[in-house]
């Protein structure tokens, strides 16, 4: 959602309680912003697909600011919101700029240097379709960072857990910048094997060694005007640290058996969920290479420390899922688990729940009863009794879809008094129904999102609770 001032911004505006004259409208169009007025929410879902940012007046809360940003989560959209706010209501701009507005302006502020100033950054229309999540307060400053970072010319360096979305913030600095147009090339230097990495980063030339029939391009010739992006950094050998130091330094490169310098014209950005301060005192990383790519660092906090990413990411994972044009909705009760859980594999393993609970869902609504979290892990839900009768089980069979509980599991169900107990009842039926739908123990293994050996384990637990798996063998 960032872009040249060059370009005109559009701009959604919703104002429910004054029309938008047209001496204002010309001191915005001055201001470089285009506008959409909608006068209800429901207005708003097609209006945002085109929107760079959407501006909202407030009254005497922050209500209506909170009303959109879940509106504009459950969409799938990620657009940033500028609140206008009337000058003697304080204690509304300070609230606002809490829940993560981008910006505050008074309400009767018209003065177009104003207005770019605040959208200062805000426009690129390659962002507008991606499915990117900064909801909570953590990650829309996170993102507002970013957003100057990637106009400039430097390295950047991403830190944080595996599977936070480091690769997700670095496609959002590329196409935040100026060479957004550029490819963006990506290599995760964990995943390939010593002996090829310096082949994949740098090419070789025809003849270079046995095999090389024909020249080879590396990433940093193939990004030419673009990104590379070097993820897990810190397992990059220590050898090669000292010839990526070298590129960095002269932005040329030979490759492999060649001896003509080759120009680069690229920006890197690296990522590492290691601390390379320690891998540098134990001679794992260096120094100096530290300090070429780490000209600005931008640190993504983990999944639990962001809380309100975690439903928008749901939703927008559910959407990809939705079948027939149909939407999956989540239960409240889904949602406070969703919540309340501490997300250890991060945004990956909210894929996997999401994936899950698409599997056991018959419905269109996603209930307690079908999330299954890694390795029998689940919230702290003791607080949050429910009776069992509120909880939906797959009883009968249909022409399509068999009955997925054998009766002790459907009893157990039945019997739970709590969150706690029913998330380990479903668990159960959460194995049987994929063990009834696939042919082998290693597909419904893939299909439950979790491995072989752990399936094998689970069945052993419910064989020692008196479960009949004899249809499973």
């Given at each position: 959602m960032i872009a040249s001032s060059v370009n005109a911004l559009h701009a959604v505006w919703l104002d429910p309680f004054s029309p938008l004259g047209e001496a204002e409208r010309a001191q915005l169009d001055a201001a470089g912003v285009t506008l959409e007025c909608v006068s209800t929410l429901g207005e708003m879902n097609l209006a945002l697909r085109r929107a760079h940012v959407l501006v909202v007046r407030l009254s005497d809360s922050a209500d209506l600011l909170l009303e959109v940003q879940t509106l504009i989560a459950q969409?799938?959209?990620?657009?940033?919101?500028?609140?206008?706010?009337?000058?003697?209501?304080?204690?509304?701009?300070?609230?606002a700029m809490r829940l993560g507005a981008l910006h505050v302006l008074p309400a009767d502020e018209w003065d177009p240097n104003a207005w770019r100033e605040a959208l200062q950054g805000l426009n690129a229309p390659e962002l507008k379709n991606k499915s990117y999540v900064f909801v909570d307060p953590v990650s829309q400053h996170l993102l507002a960072l970013a957003q100057r970072v990637a106009q400039a010319e430097v390295t950047a360096l991403l830190v944080g857990p595996t599977g936070a979305g480091k690769e997700v913030l670095a496609r959002v600095l590329h196409e935040a910048s100026p060479r957004a147009k550029g490819p963006f090339v990506a290599m995760n230097c964990a995943a390939l094997p010593e002996h090829l990495i310096e082949d994949m980063l740098f090419g070789h030339e025809k003849g270079a060694f046995t095999g090389a029939l024909k020249e080879h391009k590396g990433l940093f010739e193939q990004a030419h005007g673009g990104t590379v992006f070097l993820d897990e950094i810190g397992e990059m050998p220590i050898h090669l640290q000292a010839k990526l130091l070298r590129v960095l330094q002269e932005k040329k490169l030979n490759r492999l058996g060649g001896e003509t310098p080759i120009s680069l014209d690229v920006r890197v950005i690296a990522a590492t969920n290691k601390d390379l301060k320690q891998a540098?005192?134990?001679?794992?990383?260096?120094?100096?290479?530290?300090?070429?790519?780490?000209?600005?660092?931008?640190?993504?906090?983990?999944?639990?420390?962001?809380?309100?990413?975690?439903?928008?990411?749901?939703?927008?994972?559910?959407?990809?899922h939705a079948k027939e044009g149909v939407p999956y909705t989540l239960s409240t009760e889904a949602r406070e688990m969703l919540v309340q859980y501490s997300w250890p594999g991060n945004v990956r393993e909210l894929e996997n729940v999401v994936q899950r609970a698409v599997v056991l869902c018959n419905g269109r609504t996603i209930t307690p009863v079908h999330l299954m979290f890694d390795e029998g892990q689940s919230p702290d839900l003791q607080m949050m009794a429910a009776p069992a009768a509120t909880i939906p089980v797959a009883s009968t069979a249909t022409p399509d879809v068999p009955a997925l509980l054998p009766e002790p599991v459907e009893e157990a169900v039945q019997s739970a008094i709590n969150l706690q107990h029913a998330v380990k009842s479903s668990e159960q039926q959460i194995i049987m129904a994929a063990l009834q739908s696939t042919e082998s123990r290693e597909e419904a293994a893939r299909k439950l999102g979790i491995s072989p050996r752990t399936l094998r384990y689970k069945l052993a637990q419910l064989r020692s609770r008196g479960m009949s798996l004899s249809f499973a063998e």
């Amino acid at each position: 959602m960032i872009a040249s001032s060059v370009n005109a911004l559009h701009a959604v505006w919703l104002d429910p309680f004054s029309p938008l004259g047209e001496a204002e409208r010309a001191q915005l169009d001055a201001a470089g912003v285009t506008l959409e007025c909608v006068s209800t929410l429901g207005e708003m879902n097609l209006a945002l697909r085109r929107a760079h940012v959407l501006v909202v007046r407030l009254s005497d809360s922050a209500d209506l600011l909170l009303e959109v940003q879940t509106l504009i989560a459950q969409l799938g959209h990620s657009v940033p919101v500028l609140c206008r706010v009337e000058r003697r209501r304080l204690e509304v701009v300070v609230e606002a700029m809490r829940l993560g507005a981008l910006h505050v302006l008074p309400a009767d502020e018209w003065d177009p240097n104003a207005w770019r100033e605040a959208l200062q950054g805000l426009n690129a229309p390659e962002l507008k379709n991606k499915s990117y999540v900064f909801v909570d307060p953590v990650s829309q400053h996170l993102l507002a960072l970013a957003q100057r970072v990637a106009q400039a010319e430097v390295t950047a360096l991403l830190v944080g857990p595996t599977g936070a979305g480091k690769e997700v913030l670095a496609r959002v600095l590329h196409e935040a910048s100026p060479r957004a147009k550029g490819p963006f090339v990506a290599m995760n230097c964990a995943a390939l094997p010593e002996h090829l990495i310096e082949d994949m980063l740098f090419g070789h030339e025809k003849g270079a060694f046995t095999g090389a029939l024909k020249e080879h391009k590396g990433l940093f010739e193939q990004a030419h005007g673009g990104t590379v992006f070097l993820d897990e950094i810190g397992e990059m050998p220590i050898h090669l640290q000292a010839k990526l130091l070298r590129v960095l330094q002269e932005k040329k490169l030979n490759r492999l058996g060649g001896e003509t310098p080759i120009s680069l014209d690229v920006r890197v950005i690296a990522a590492t969920n290691k601390d390379l301060k320690q891998a540098i005192q134990q001679r794992e990383f260096r120094e100096d290479l530290y300090f070429r790519i780490s000209t600005f660092r931008l640190r993504i906090q983990p999944l639990a420390e962001r809380p309100g990413d975690i439903v928008p990411l749901v939703l927008q994972s559910l959407a990809r899922h939705a079948k027939e044009g149909v939407p999956y909705t989540l239960s409240t009760e889904a949602r406070e688990m969703l919540v309340q859980y501490s997300w250890p594999g991060n945004v990956r393993e909210l894929e996997n729940v999401v994936q899950r609970a698409v599997v056991l869902c018959n419905g269109r609504t996603i209930t307690p009863v079908h999330l299954m979290f890694d390795e029998g892990q689940s919230p702290d839900l003791q607080m949050m009794a429910a009776p069992a009768a509120t909880i939906p089980v797959a009883s009968t069979a249909t022409p399509d879809v068999p009955a997925l509980l054998p009766e002790p599991v459907e009893e157990a169900v039945q019997s739970a008094i709590n969150l706690q107990h029913a998330v380990k009842s479903s668990e159960q039926q959460i194995i049987m129904a994929a063990l009834q739908s696939t042919e082998s123990r290693e597909e419904a293994a893939r299909k439950l999102g979790i491995s072989p050996r752990t399936l094998r384990y689970k069945l052993a637990q419910l064989r020692s609770r008196g479960m009949s798996l004899s249809f499973a063998e």
